[in-house]
């Protein structure tokens, strides 16, 4: 008997039956054979949410909940927040290395000749009203591009998997510009390849004409960092999405639909929209004991606290932290900034979020910052969303190389009604 195994009794039978330990971890199917009837299924396992189940190997992205450890590809957050860039980072996560200088380019390159819209698209975004949420529109945007590239479908072709990818992280920041210009009414600014990303999104964002137009160099590079920060966070709920609607072997574009729309909800990406909603009903540092008391009666949660993995503190808040005072050095404070740090202060000497280990999260400060730089709040998923796209598509690219990978389809216990006969609708009581 080997001694990486766990020997199970089933006390119903008396039987015992040796599993295989790899990793910490027994596959769910090796259960199956525990049974009592031969006639019976078998045992399963029963994980709402997939709190303690692994549904994938992955070499992308290492995170340490307890520690606050977060790793791309071996490399820690922090060393990439202050060293690398966006376009690095997401050739990072896709191919698994760092580029060399000419890779680099080349990738540059590519991603920045594929930032341009089929005009037919520009016909989508006018179809909506003008306070349409942008998340709304950024959804049915990658929809549509499925329909424009049609060999996307093919997703065993490597080569055209890279292609998807390029035209995914080119045209992302053309889609979200066109989102907010459209419910501003203003004319679409086309995308400039001589620009760096994060700069030519903010030139499309906000280029009105002016003569001697620049794009401010300290929002560019705080942007590229946030970016960085939302790149990949492993087996999150909008990446397990992209992970389920692509092992169907839908396309990416569809797949990356389904994944923006788990996103914008308010427990995952929504958050930061939601902690700046949150902030301005404080509306007063003074207010924020009444508040937490409010929260600890169960009213409702403390948006941009907690996290499923991080059980110490989030390593992305941290560097966000910084980043704010980055930025209100150009755009000027935003007082909502007071406001989130009394109540983090408040919060981190409070027994409930203490013993439940709740600290702030990467949704805590971006949402402010993205306020300061004059982002409305509803396009801040849609800045998750275009930092988010590397690691989604990591994700899909090694899911569909993976062998052990199959389409995603979860077992249930059943516990409803046994079978019964029909009985029309005249004779029902
Ligand atoms: N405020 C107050 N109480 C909370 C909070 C919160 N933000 N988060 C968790 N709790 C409590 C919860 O009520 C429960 O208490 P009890 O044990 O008494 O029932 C306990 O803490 C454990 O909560 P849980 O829901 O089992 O924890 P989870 O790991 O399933 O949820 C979470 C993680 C992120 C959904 C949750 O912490 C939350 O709703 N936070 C607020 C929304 C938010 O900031 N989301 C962004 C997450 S980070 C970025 C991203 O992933 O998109």
């Known amino acids: 008997m080997s001694n990486q195994s766990f020997t199970i009794t089933d006390n119903r039978t008396g039987k015992q039956y040796e599993v295989p330990v790899e990793y910490s971890t027994i596959k769910a199917k090796d259960l199956r054979q525990i049974k009592v009837d031969p006639e019976e299924f078998g045992t399963m396992t029963y994980d709402p949410g997939y709190d303690n189940t692994a549904s994938c190997k992955s070499a992308i992205t290492f995170i340490d909940g307890d520690k606050g450890i977060l790793r791309y590809r071996g490399y820690p957050i922090e060393q990439l927040a202050e060293q690398s860039t ?7 996560l896709i191919f698994g290395e760092l580029p060399n200088k000419e890779q680099l380019a080349q990738w540059e390159f590519e991603i920045m000749h594929h930032t341009f819209l089929h005009e037919n698209m520009t016909q989508l975004f006018h179809a909506y009203r003008y306070d349409a949420h942008p998340m709304g529109m950024m959804i049915s945007a990658l929809a549509f591009m499925s329909t424009l590239h049609k060999e996307a479908s093919n997703v065993e072709n490597a080569d055209i998997r890279l292609k998807q990818v390029y035209r995914i992280l080119g045209k992302l920041p053309t889609v979200a510009a066109f ?21 030519n999104f903010l030139y499309m964002l906000d280029y009105m004409y002016q003569t001697n137009y620049e794009v401010n160099p300290v929002l560019a590079k705080a942007l590229d960092v946030l970016f960085i920060l939302h790149a990949d966070h492993e087996q999150n709920a909008s990446t397990s999405v992209m992970r389920s609607i692509g092992s169907a072997y839908a396309d990416p574009y569809s797949a990356m639909a389904g994944a923006a729309a788990a996103l914008f909800g308010p427990r995952h990406g929504g958050a930061n929209e939601a902690v700046v909603k949150m902030l301005n009903e404080i509306g007063d540092a003074k207010n ?20 499923r993995v991080y059980k110490n503190y989030d390593p992305r ?22 406001v989130a740090v009394a109540l983090e202060q408040h919060a981190l000497e409070d027994d409930y979020f203490v013993s439940r280990k709740l600290y702030p999260n990467v949704d805590f400060y971006s949402g ?45 216990i059943y516990l409803g009604t046994d079978e019964r006969n029909y009985v029309p609708v005249a004779e029902r009581g």
């Open 86 to 92: 966006f376009l690095e980072v997401a050739y990072l």
């Open 179 to 199: 989102c907010y210009r459209h419910r501003i009414g203003r004319p679409f600014n086309y995308p400039n390849a001589d620009m760096g990303y994060a700069e």
């Open 288 to 307: 924020v004991p009444i508040y937490v008391d409010r929260v600890k009666k169960g009213e409702f949660r403390l948006m941009g606290f907690g996290h």
């Open 317 to 338: 808040a941290k560097i966000i932290k910084k980043i704010a005072y980055d930025v209100f050095d150009v755009t000027g404070t935003n007082p909502l900034i007071d």
């Open 368 to 412: 402010i910052i993205y306020q300061a730089m004059r982002f409305p709040p509803d396009m801040f998923t849609v800045l998750f969303t275009l930092g988010r796209a590397p690691g989604w598509l990591a994700q899909w690219s090694e899911m569909i190389t993976d062998s052990d990978q199959k389409i995603a389809r979860p077992r249930q």
